[in-house]
């Protein structure tokens, strides 16, 4: 019985994605196959043909939600490493009271935080009104409906996601590591690099993997805060499942993101040279 | 205890790969029996005679509409619940008709009850697929006097659902152009305004492919009821130039009217009753039916298959045909009522209201926007009537207008 136990605690936990995560996927793979419309239903015609032409349509798309999440993944990287940095090791007494204060916007929903943007960024609202009344702006700038607009709500809306795992990473190291490394005649500059860095990676690999993903798919900013011309890959799917109901399509366009960003992902652990950074995230 | 397994140093090993592939596989063997299809037969008269006659007062029903779209007293409910003795469930579940389709679709599909006995929705794809998929109950006009007696002829004669087969209008409203008053100073007339280099990153058009579809029609002179293939391709091209000549700031769901009141477009394709709610509330917005037409959508009230109280829900469907309830109900809503003589009543209401109300009611009551005339109604549209593989023609063309 004792020799079970571990496997019993885990049962509910491997139920759970074998019925909420593999079914769900296995049907979509499927439904990914077939042709038809929702009126006379869909039929299992194993047709590869939606999607090369689900990627013909809509390749723009894809590509550009991969260039936002990396652009999104870096801003955040470049802000949130210094914020983790600080805290871990400045952060002193307070720490948690510094990531407390980090996650407190995010008690309040997604979409919500998003909106406001529309309400801080207007054209004539509280930031750019007064700007453009002293005369520090032109009239016509504006932020709202651009491709910077997109980038920085995504980049808002994960940021904790990237700041915690690095926290996390750069919490551990020991001071006396650094310290060490003086020791041995390295500048600080040095220390960091070498030392300090390295150490940290398996949290940079965590933060960017919980960053990039859910930024490439995500449909809310560019709905909310893009233009003409912001389309992600995410609003697409949306439209082709609820408006068009071509789940097809939708199916589709869902595993080719989806194996893109798996293939993007291996690619990514191995430039950075970490061979065992899963081992490591997991840590 | 088992020794811990090695970790795996380069990404997953060959073995588990494969067995990942195979358990993917079984499922994909599970799910291969595909969709089935639900195409329904128009139901026989006399069908629609017994299900009716087997029906019996339950005492209760179950209302599921839109936010904003019923007095916060709930008064005309409250009035049927003491007129009738039945006791409601009001319930604000219905923010976007393909939202509330995408998730009603599987539910009733599996032949499950929504939970709801009435439900309101736009003329437009999703109620389409509503009445083909047979998820709509057929009405007992029997049962409807009210509805015969005070319903608008217009409102009786819509080509979405001949003879009111299944649905019965809630109210209407009309998509034409929204600006703010402070910011364009001409007298906005026509759809050109939306396409004139004058006001370039300052227009709002909207996301939805029947709504901007209409309009890339309008500017060409075609009526979209009748309207061809051709047509809609034309309409895709000029609006495709629009938007590439940089004049559409961004293609809008309901928060258009935000940003036209805000400023941050100064003219935008509107929804009547949000541009009269505004202005009311004192913000620099107008609005005008373009000369050369404007689309008029009616949203409407339905009873969804395997609804537990259809009977009830028939006599609250009928109860709100009542002009003194259809008066309280367009009060608070500023729509277009399907009840004509809502108008007489707000008059005689404003003839003994004082200070701001009465100012209020005849405002209402003299509104184009709520009681559109003759002329305004001659100018009005419908949305292009599509069968499932027109559909599959006409919104790619525009969603690759508004979705690049």
């Known amino acids: 019985m004792r020799r079970l136990t571990p496997y019993l605690l885990a049962l509910p936990g491997w139920m759970w994605l074998a019925i909420f995560l593999v079914v769900p996927m296995a049907a979509m793979a499927s439904v990914s196959l077939q042709t038809g419309n929702a009126i006379d239903g869909y039929a299992m015609t194993f ?7 689900a990627l013909g349509r809509y390749s723009t798309q894809l590509v550009r939600s991969l260039l936002y999440g990396g652009m999104a ?14 805290i871990a090791f400045k952060g002193g007494r307070r720490k948690s009271v510094y990531l407390f204060l980090l996650l407190l916007p995010f008690f309040v929903s997604f979409v919500l935080r998003t909106i406001s943007w529309n309400f801080l960024l207007a054209d004539n609202g509280i930031l750019f009104g007064t700007l453009k009344g002293w005369g520090l702006l032109p009239a016509d700038f504006h932020v709202l409906a651009t491709t910077f607009a997109v980038v920085g709500g995504l980049t808002y809306n994960w940021l904790p996601f990237m700041i915690l795992p690095i926290y996390v990473a750069l919490e551990r190291v020991d001071p006396r590591v650094v310290e060490a490394a003086q020791d041995l005649y390295a500048t600080r500059a040095a ?19 919980m960053t990039f993903v859910p930024a490439t798919a995500d449909p809310v900013n560019a709905a909310i805060l893009g233009g003409t011309a912001n389309t992600m890959i995410g609003n697409i799917i949306q439209t082709e499942y609820l408006t068009n109901l071509d789940y097809p399509t939708a199916s589709a366009l ?8 798996l293939v993007g992902i291996f690619v990514y652990a191995r430039v950075l040279g970490t061979e065992n950074v899963l081992e490591a995230a997991a840590r | 205890m088992n020794p811990r397994p090695p970790l795996p140093r380069h990404g997953l090993p060959r073995r588990e790969a494969f067995r990942l592939a195979g358990l993917s596989a079984a499922g994909l063997a599970l799910a291969a029996c595909g969709v089935q299809g639900q195409k329904a037969a128009p139901p026989k008269a006399d069908e629609v005679q017994d299900f009716w006659s087997k029906q019996t007062k339950h005492g209760k029903v179950v209302f599921a509409n839109w936010p904003e779209y019923m007095p916060e007293d709930k008064g005309p409910l409250e009035k049927f619940a003491k007129d009738t003795g039945i006791s409601y469930e009001y319930k ?9 389709f995408g998730k009603a679709d599987p539910v009733l599909r599996a032949g499950q009850p929504l939970g709801y006995d009435v439900v309101v929705m736009t003329n437009g794809i999703q109620l389409q697929h509503m009445i083909e998929l047979g998820y709509c109950v057929p009405l007992d006009h029997s049962k409807l006097p009210n509805f015969a007696a005070n319903a608008g002829q217009k409102y009786k004669e819509r080509a979405y659902d001949p003879g009111n087969k299944y649905t019965v209008p809630y109210s209407s409203g009309v998509t034409g152009i929204a600006y703010n008053t402070k910011y364009v100073k001409d007298d906005i007339t026509s759809i050109q305004s939306l396409f004139d280099p004058k006001y370039k990153g300052r227009v709002g058009m909207m996301a939805d492919a029947q709504e901007i579809g209409n309009f890339g029609m309008f500017a060409l002179g075609i ?3 009748k309207s061809t293939e051709a047509d809609w391709k034309k309409a895709g091209e000029k609006l495709k130039e629009q938007r590439d000549n940089g004049l559409v700031r961004k293609y809008y769901d309901q928060s258009y009217i935000d940003a036209v009141a805000k400023g941050d477009i100064w003219l935008s394709m509107a929804w009547s009753g949000d541009v009269f709610q505004r202005q009311l509330a004192g913000e620099p917005v107008a609005f005008v039916v373009p000369e050369e037409g404007g689309t008029i959508w009616t949203d409407n009230m339905l009873i969804p298959k395997g609804a537990a109280n259809p009977l009830d829900a028939l006599m609250l469907m009928d109860y709100l045909y009542q002009p003194a309830v259809a008066a309280e109900l367009d009060e608070f809503i500023q729509f277009v009522t399907p009840v004509p003589a809502v108008q007489d009543l ?12 009465k100012k209020a009611l005849e405002q209402m009551a003299d509104s184009p926007l709520m009681f559109p005339t003759e002329a305004d109604y001659a ?19 525009f969603q690759s207008v508004t979705q690049a």
């Open chain 2, 223 to 225: 009526d979209p009821e």
């Open chain 1, 73 to 86: 993944t870096v801003a955040m990287l470049a802000i949130g490493y210094p914020v983790a940095y600080w």
């Open chain 1, 47 to 53: 047709s590869v043909s939606n999607y090369t032409d």
């Open chain 1, 191 to 209: 220390a960091f690099r070498r030392v300090v860095l390295p150490l940290s990676l398996p949290g940079v690999f965590a933060g960017v993997l």
């Open chain 2, 379 to 397: 100018r009005l549209r419908g949305y292009t009537p599509l069968d499932n593989k027109q559909q599959q023609v006409f919104n790619p063309i």
């Open chain 2, 92 to 100: 604000e579940v219905i923010q976007e008709n393909a939202d509330f």
């Open chain 2, 346 to 357: 707000l008059r005689e209401k404003a003839k003994t209201a004082k200070g701001e109300d």
């Open chain 1, 254 to 261: 869902s595993f080719t993101l989806m194996a893109v960003l």
